[in-house]
């Protein structure tokens, strides 16, 4: 045995199409093993170089095959058998002899990690290519009449939320907790009654994939769980039996996982500070301590002393041994190569990097059968005098020490002890049961696996060719396509399992009626409509609201989130021409988007593009929520708000898709940035799986994501205050309207901005301290200050209200003090801004920015009435429709155009401008009715100099005072001499 480092390979992909759209730059570049990754932010400095095994291009130099097959047509580009011989062939090598090993694919949602492992169509990726591999070496054994006997079985598991979901057996999991990780001391961690299938073929591990994925595609589309973040564990269990030379038959086992694992963006960090504890919560705890366990072991092979957090997560369990036992282990980061994902990709490549430093010591799995078996019965005879004895053995390295003990309470040690028996009775069920599965031949395993049944799918498939079906659509391409729902003749019933008859088509989720709809096929005419008023259906995105037709390739959706295609092969062979466009699920969520009211209409920009992205991802995950709000009755309602950086009180950016969550009872609102709501919405979606498995859903309003406290300050409404003036040096005072997130008036605040001296005295007009053109102060120094003064006409609704503010380069914002029990809170804030010097950037802030202040305060809860605290969710949301309709022609506020605030600002300072070219016209008159006074032929440039550039009227009255003194300046009379001496220019 010795040690060996994981072997670690990258592969970046092709620009997808949103990439394509947005024009995204490429910032990965590969040269042999080394992978470099270029900062966009700072495109001429150099690279970032990382050195790895492997560095796979596969992002260009290929084309497209008929059959769809891609094919290199330059040699840097990295095909899916390229990275199956360097990668796959090691780990199917490593399986015939007998050497567990493990591949695992890593990087952010859409970098191309399944493509790798799974691949699509014909572009297999490494789990088809080895099983499939295997079995041809296995056949070419028999082939060669070898006498060691073959065992192949197969299993597939999913970790969503740390509960472990077996994909072969979706029933054997009910609740939230999903099946027990148990620790075996010899083979470490192992999830309890995973369904372990024996397979003789490729074709029926196929199969068995399909069907994993299959009930993987159902339980993600019933709970709406998104796919990216659930890991996947395919695990192939390889033995070779053989008789030595001493008449032993030796079992040589090896155990091949292959991990496909969730999506390893980062939350926004920003959108986490300061948030409460159910935002604090890991939504992806497995990932986060796989960076810790990685980190801790690369420390290790350095040399450090450090504890390995294994046990920190289910993810880390299972995959001990491939991090740090007995194991060879693959690892493949999968790049996007789009400069918008530069520090995801930057994150994945350090995360690499430290991998490949770990080592692991696999050792082969080779033992006599008698051997082994005689192993299970010692160690269950061990725990059998142990539970006997009342004793506790101690399993692997989870026992707590004897300093552990000595700080437990004896209630504490009392249900250590509890948990540790119930460990190890099932520990005796558990060897019990591999002791009978030793004594059965492999064909009597074949045989109850077929009795058994799963798989299946080749009778729908077929079916499918030629007759109406409807398939489903999901956000992940894995899964499209996986569940198909065949339309004979006839009528099909669709709903729920709560039905009183079995429904034909049966659909399970949130918004489903018992009697949601019916589908008839007449002739091969196939119609739909709903079952019931309540049923939610779409058609192309259009509510049903009668029987109609349904067209191939129409789109329907079922409550909020089965998502279908309408495939009818005869419609599609009879005029194919008229059926070309490309069904994917983010064109059937935007045109929901579009029927709801949003812009989805063909856009060039990147931040429109970015906007209609977020509203397909946004919508369908707010129709979830309200969903589950109504099915839980939590009486929160919740809304898509589109806000721009300046109705979030910002000077720049671009906008945002937010949402609004409204308490139907107290009528408080919260705006939530969307980052919030998704972090929220993944706990909505464990509370209702929870309820929906009749296990315990309800939480403190701490840990409830449907509350927010009701001492949480909202943002009431910002000011936009232009700064133009002051680049003038020119004062404003002034009273600015206060807008909402919907741009409607709630109030005006009462702002002054004022130039004034070192000191702090505030300058008037008197002093006359204008400046024609900006760029004159720049190298000088500047002063003003900055009052808000007051705020009239604030909604009743709040109280503690206060302003704030960043001016220029400000990295904390200036606040004014909290006023309670009034809307028309006088806030008297003054604050003083020195700058010794003014640069070209403040200027130009000054000239074009604008200071954004923020109004924020409480929300006054307001006690629900009678008959709203009778109603339930369902009930309120209806009464408002009915409500709006009614009211649709009520205004609900003035609207604020701010294109015309910014007008006005302008306008005050082309009117002081004005004022004072005026003001310099009339000096020049007066300059030259001097002059003309005193019979003057010249004017000295000193003087006119002096005119021009007055900062005010007595200073240019002083240098006019100076024209009738000049003697130099000649005689307009008829004696006039021309030989003057003084230095003067002629402007009469």
Not at 399 to 411: H, L, R, V, W
Not at 514 to 538: M, P, Q, R, S, W
Request: hydrophobic share 35%.
């Amino acid at each position: 045995m010795s040690d060996e480092c994981v072997k670690v390979a990258v592969r970046v992909r092709p620009f997808n199409s949103r990439e394509k759209a947005r024009s995204a730059q490429l910032i990965i570049n590969m040269k042999g093993t080394t992978t470099y990754i270029t900062d966009p932010s700072a495109p001429k400095d150099d690279p970032k170089e990382f050195n790895f095994d492997y560095s796979y291009w596969s992002h260009d130099g290929f084309k497209e095959e008929g059959n769809g097959m891609l094919v290199p047509t330059e040699s840097k580009y990295a095909d899916q058998s390229t990275v199956f011989k360097d990668l796959g062939q090691g780990v199917l090598d490593n399986a015939w002899s007998g050497y567990n090993s493990t591949l695992f694919a890593y990087g952010q949602t859409g970098s191309g990690k399944s493509f790798s492992m799974v691949g699509y169509g014909v572009n297999r990726g490494i789990v088809p290519i080895f099983c499939d591999e295997l079995f041809v070496g296995i056949n070419k054994q028999k082939d060669s009449g070898s006498k060691t006997e073959f065992e192949v079985s197969f299993s597939m598991l999913e970790i969503y939320n740390e509960a472990v979901r077996d994909l072969l057996n979706p029933n054997s999991a009910k609740g939230s907790k999903g099946l027990r990780v148990r620790e075996h001391p010899k083979k470490g961690f192992y999830v309890d009654q995973l369904k372990s299938v024996p397979v003789q073929s490729y074709a029926e591990i196929e199969d068995r994939m399909e069907e994993g994925t299959r009930n993987r595609t159902v339980a993600a589309t019933q709970m709406n769980a998104t796919s990216s973040r659930a890991h996947t564990i395919v695990g192939i269990t390889f033995t070779q039996k053989s008789i030595n030379d001493a008449g032993q038959e030796m079992a040589k086992t090896a155990i091949c996982n292959l991990v496909d694992l969730a999506g390893s963006e980062r939350a926004d960090s920003t959108g986490a500070t300061g948030q409460r504890l159910k935002e604090g919560i890991g939504i992806n705890q497995s990932l986060s301590s796989l960076g810790n366990c990685i980190a801790a072991l690369a420390d290790q092979a350095g040399g450090k002393k450090t504890k390995v957090p294994f046990r920190d997560s289910v993810l880390t369990k299972l995959l001990k041994n491939a991090l740090g036992g007995n194991s060879k282990t693959v690892m493949i980061a999968a790049l996007s190569p789009a400069d918008i994902n530069f520090d995801e990709t930057l994150s994945t490549l350090r995360y690499a990097d430290r991998a490949k430093q770990i080592k692991t010591q696999a050792v082969v799995n080779e033992d006599p059968t008698e051997k082994l078996i005689r192993e299970l019965k010692e160690e269950n005879q061990r725990l059998l005098d142990a539970i006997k004895k009342g004793g506790v053995v101690t399993i692997g390295a989870g026992g707590a020490s004897e300093e552990d003990m000595k700080n437990m309470s004896e209630a504490e040690k009392a249900a250590m002890r509890k948990e540790m028996e119930e460990e190890m009775e099932a520990r005796v069920k558990d060897t019990e049961r591999e002791m009978e599965e030793m004594k059965r031949t492999w064909e009597e395993k074949l045989k109850q696996a077929q009795e058994a049944g799963g798989g299946g799918g080749k009778s729908t498939k077929e079916a499918r060719k030629t007759m109406p079906h409807f398939y489903n659509l999901n956000i992940d391409t894995q899964l499209s396509g996986m569940i198909a729902h065949l339309v004979g003749p006839g009528t099909y019933k669709i709903g729920n399992n709560k039905a009183d008859t079995t429904p034909d088509i049966e659909l399970n989720g949130l918004s489903i009626q018992k009697e949601h709809a019916i589908v008839t096929n007449d002739g091969g005419k196939v119609f739909i409509e709903k079952a019931c008023a309540e049923a939610k259906l779409l058609v192309n995105g259009d509510s049903v609201m009668s029987k109609q037709e349904l067209d191939h390739n129409d789109r329907v959706m079922f409550g909020s989130n089965h998502l279908y295609v309408f495939y009818h092969p005869d419609l599609y062979k009879a005029n194919p021409k008229n059926y070309t466009q490309i069904i994917t699920y983010e064109m059937a969520q935007g045109e929901i988007a579009a029927q709801s009211g949003f812009d989805m209409s063909a856009k060039h920009s990147n931040d429109e593009l970015l906007l209609q992205e977020d509203l397909v991802e946004m919508i369908p995950a707010l129709e979830e929520a309200n969903a589950i709000s109504e099915e839980l009755d939590k009486k929160v309602k919740f809304e898509i708000v589109v806000m721009s950086a300046k109705a979030r009180g910002l000077a720049s950016g671009r906008t945002e898709v937010c949402v609004k969550m409204r308490n139907l009872e107290n009528s408080l609102e919260y705006i939530w940035p969307r980052d919030r709501f998704i972090r929220r919405k993944y706990l909505m979606q464990e509370m209702y799986q929870n309820f929906a498995e009749g296990a315990d859903w309800q939480l403190p309003d701490e840990q409830d994501p449907f509350t927010e406290d009701a001492d949480t300050e909202v943002q009431i409404g910002v000011v936009n205050c232009y700064l133009q003036s002051l680049a003038y040096l020119i004062e404003s005072r002034e009273q600015l309207e206060i807008t909402d997130y919907r741009n409607k008036e709630v109030g005006l605040l009462s702002v002054e901005i004022v130039p004034c001296d070192k000191s702090g005295r505030e300058f008037t007009d008197a002093d006359d301290i204008f400046v024609e053109d900006p760029k004159e102060l720049i190298g000088t120094p500047i002063n003003f200050v900055v009052k808000v003064n007051s705020a009239t006409g604030i909604p009743n609704k709040y109280t503690d209200i206060y302003c704030k503010y960043n001016m220029f380069l400000d990295t904390e914002p200036s606040k004014t003090g909290v006023i309670k029990g009034t809307s028309n809170p006088e806030f008297k804030h003054r604050k003083f801004y020195n700058y010794d010097v003014t640069t070209s950037q403040l200027v130009d802030y000054m000239n074009n920015g604008v200071l954004m202040i923020q109004i924020w305060g409480k929300q006054k809860m307001v006690q629900a009435s009678k008959k709203v605290k009778l109603q339930n969710t369902k009930q309120i949301n209806l009464a408002e429709v009915v409500a709006k309709g009614n009211n649709q022609n009520q205004d609900s506020g003035k609207t604020v155009d701010i294109d015309k605030v910014r007008l006005t600002f302008q306008l005050t300072v082309a009117k002081k401008r004005q004022e004072r070219l005026d003001a310099k016209v009339a000096q020049f008159k007066k300059m030259l009715e001097v002059a003309e006074r005193h019979n003057k032929a010249r004017i000295e440039t000193t003087v006119i100099k002096q005119v021009m550039m007055a900062p005010n009227m007595k200073v240019a009255e002083k240098a006019i005072a100076r024209i009738p003194k000049d003697s130099g300046a000649g005689d307009m009379g008829p004696h006039a001499n021309g030989n003057q001496k003084s230095g003067v220019c002629n402007i009469m």
